[in-house]
């Protein structure tokens, strides 16, 4: 691995050697303390540690369990459920998992339930190496911080048994950021006809009974603003916390779009997505990147669209269960600073998606990978899935061009609202009518 940020003493002994224990080596540090001498204790139990991660089918992955298992000895066993399942279970039923893979929107509404605890920075070794969007909302020092739940606004609480939100960036993370994409529009070039510049053309009566839009409250009512907005007839004083009238009209511009027959469907799932834009029944919908990934590596044109309004982010993040403790929460603390490592955010990177820790992400792939999935650049050779399926051919250029270029254009993140509990109520009307 290149651009090894470990200690030299933490470099000489070898993370993965410590863990497993093939290592004679003293004062090593693990998660949540250091172990004096050879640790034993450490070195006989992880193998019986099992970790319960639950989470959206995003970035629960079967591969990252097995990397996990193989680097660093112990289970972690993986649960994916929609958004909405995710929200609830977290609340619901907090003994049924030790680590929490959910999104930022979702965090605003479970860590104030005191579900989880606030997790140590100090024991996270790359904590400055995280991209500064989840640390103070900006990506460049002169950016402007987005509307909707940006994830700072939810990643620090004021002291380590607080749930309270801090204004400030503190040493208490209600979680520690793993993932994260700007969204737009996915479309079939070869059906649409015309050319897609903005979120309003999802409303064309030319696309009538071929449009979807997603069906998760905090998300939808997002993308529906992005759109109203575009079309010109709602004007929002912060579309990431609508007053109830703003609701209301946002509502009002779907339930008639819907009731003149404009959209086909209405999706929760990422396969969902992917099987209707395949199958050509919807030709213009909401879509996540690895999505259109997804359908054109079945042979179908599909294209993420760039828009001029810009886009909406959503970003996740790892957190850990009130509950644990011992060697089961040192194994968490280890889990989430191995995530961060280098090896996930590759293997992310690949699948679309983008890596809290950029740094660590670039040593694990080649230099045509990074040129390609984060700089902009056309593909010098054929890019392959993490897999090692051809995803696109030498000569390709990513949907929405470089990093700096897709979450510098941020419109805003999906949204956890003052008046949340109208605004679903009032969506859900709507999907059910």
């Not at 395949?278 to 599909?302: D, L, Y």
């Not at 828009?307 to 603390?333: F, M, P, V």
Request: aromatic share 10%.
């Amino acid at each position: 691995m290149k651009d090894d940020v470990r200690a030299p003493k933490q470099r000489a002994i070898g993370r993965r050697a410590a863990l497993k224990g093939t290592a004679a080596a003293a004062g090593v540090a693990l998660g949540s303390g250091t172990v004096g001498g050879f640790p034993t204790v450490w070195a006989q139990n992880i193998k019986n540690v099992v970790l319960r991660q639950f989470g959206t089918g995003v970035s629960n992955l079967n591969a990252i369990a097995d990397k996990v298992k193989q680097d660093l000895g112990f289970t972690l066993q993986m649960t994916s459920l929609d958004s909405d399942a995710v929200t609830q279970r977290a609340v619901t039923q907090p003994k049924s998992y030790d680590v929490a893979d959910v999104e930022y929107w979702i965090c605003k509404k479970v860590f104030p339930a005191g579900i989880m605890q606030a997790m140590d920075t100090r024991k996270i070794k790359l904590v400055d190496k995280i991209v500064p969007i989840f640390l103070n909302g900006k990506l460049t020092p002169t950016s402007t911080i987005a509307q909707g739940t940006a994830p700072h606004t939810v990643g620090f609480v004021e002291g380590k048994d607080s749930v309270k939100f801090a204004k400030t960036r503190t040493d208490w993370m209600t979680m520690i950021p793993t993932i994260y994409n700007a969204d737009t529009l996915g479309i079939r070039p070869d059906l649409v006809g015309r050319p897609i510049t903005n979120w309003k053309d999802i409303m064309d009566p030319k696309f009538k009974g071929k449009a979807s839009i997603l069906n998760i409250p905090s998300i939808g009512i997002m993308d529906a603003a992005m759109i109203c907005e575009s079309m010109g007839v709602i004007k929002y004083g912060d579309k990431g916390n609508m007053t109830k009238p703003e609701i209301d009209k946002t509502i009002a511009v779907l339930t008639e779009a819907k009731k003149a027959g404009q959209f086909r469907a209405f999706w929760k799932t990422f396969d969902e997505s992917v099987n209707l834009m395949t199958s050509g029944e919807v030709i213009i919908q909401s879509m996540w990147s690895p999505a259109v990934t997804a359908v054109r590596s079945k042979g179908v044109p599909c294209i993420y669209q760039p828009l001029t309004e810009g886009y909406r982010a959503w970003g996740g993040g790892l957190g850990i269960a009130k509950h644990l403790s011992g060697l089961q929460l040192d194994a968490a603390y280890e889990y989430i600073n191995w995530y961060l490592s280098g090896w996930v955010g590759a293997y992310l990177n690949r699948q679309g998606y983008y890596s809290a820790v950029l740094d660590t992400a670039k040593a694990h792939m080649s230099e045509d990978e990074w040129g390609f999935w984060m700089e902009g650049k056309p593909a010098k050779g054929d890019i392959k899935s993490p897999e090692g399926k051809v995803m696109e051919k030498a000569g390709a250029v990513r949907d929405g061009g470089a990093f700096a270029d897709r979450m510098g254009r941020v419109s805003c993140w999906n949204a956890v609202m003052d008046e949340d509990r109208y605004m679903v109520q009032k969506w859900n009307q709507f999907i059910a009518a």
